[in-house]
């Protein structure tokens, strides 16, 4: 079974400027989730998606990150405009409750250094 | 609202040392908990898991009991390896369908 798979792995962006990435979960989960990352701590949830109705994004800030799931299978978060503090590694998550309980599946991450 | 409390890092101990790493968490009703491991360069992988009370989870020799009397869920293992150096969240849900909250993570390093 595929595991999640997210892309770029790595991006480089000055502040202002743009970034989208993407994530595609393993098939059949339901439920997808995004996270942040910042170096020495755990990470935070941004938002998570059942299908592709948003269940939570009360920490996502809205001024600057967006996230869709079209068709409840694939999405993409992007940040917009970037600052400094966004730098760090954004984790794909999906889950299935049906087959796995509440366990998580995290894809390998995208590192993002905004400068 | 719902957090976990883990022990400050880093680690360090010998090869074949004694391992615990204190986890505690804060939440209403009955949460599931979660150890996640992050290895060097690689992402968050599942330890091992526990859904409700007094029930033990147990992967690659590590272990950790749900203690709702303690509101705990500490990661032991008897013998640490070089290879088991990483990164370890500990983790609760409380429904499914809500969000997931992780610890800040403990470091650890063995040393041969």
């Known amino acids: 079974e595929a595991g999640v798979a997210q892309s770029p792995r790595y991006k480089i962006i000055e502040k202002r400027q743009s970034v989208a990435f993407w994530c595609n979960p393993i098939s059949g989960h339901a439920t997808l989730y995004w996270y942040q990352q910042i170096l020495g701590q755990g990470p935070k949830l941004l938002i998570q998606f059942q299908n592709n109705g948003v269940v939570d994004d009360s920490q996502l800030p809205k001024d600057r990150f967006s996230a869709e799931r079209l068709k409840g299978v694939d999405s993409t978060l992007k940040i917009q405009p970037a600052k400094l503090e966004d730098s760090a590694v954004y984790l794909c998550a999906s889950s299935s409750a049906r087959r796995d309980g509440y366990e998580q599946y995290f894809g390998p991450g995208t590192r993002l250094t905004v400068t | 609202g719902n957090s976990v409390t883990q022990m400050e890092g880093p680690v360090t101990l010998s090869e074949e040392a004694f391992l615990t790493i204190n986890c505690t968490y804060t939440?209403?009703?009955?949460?599931?908990l979660f150890w996640y491991v992050q290895y060097p360069g690689e992402g968050l992988q599942l330890l091992l898991k526990a859904t409700k009370a007094d029930d033990k989870g147990s992967n690659k020799g590590f272990e950790a009991t749900y203690r709702k009397e303690t509101t705990s869920f500490h990661l032991e293992k008897g013998s640490v390896q070089v290879s088991d150096s990483a990164v370890y969240f500990c983790a609760l849900i409380r429904n499914y369908g809500q969000n997931f909250v992780f610890g800040p993570g403990t470091r650890l390093s063995v040393l041969p």
């Open positions: 939440a209403t009703g009955y949460p599931s």
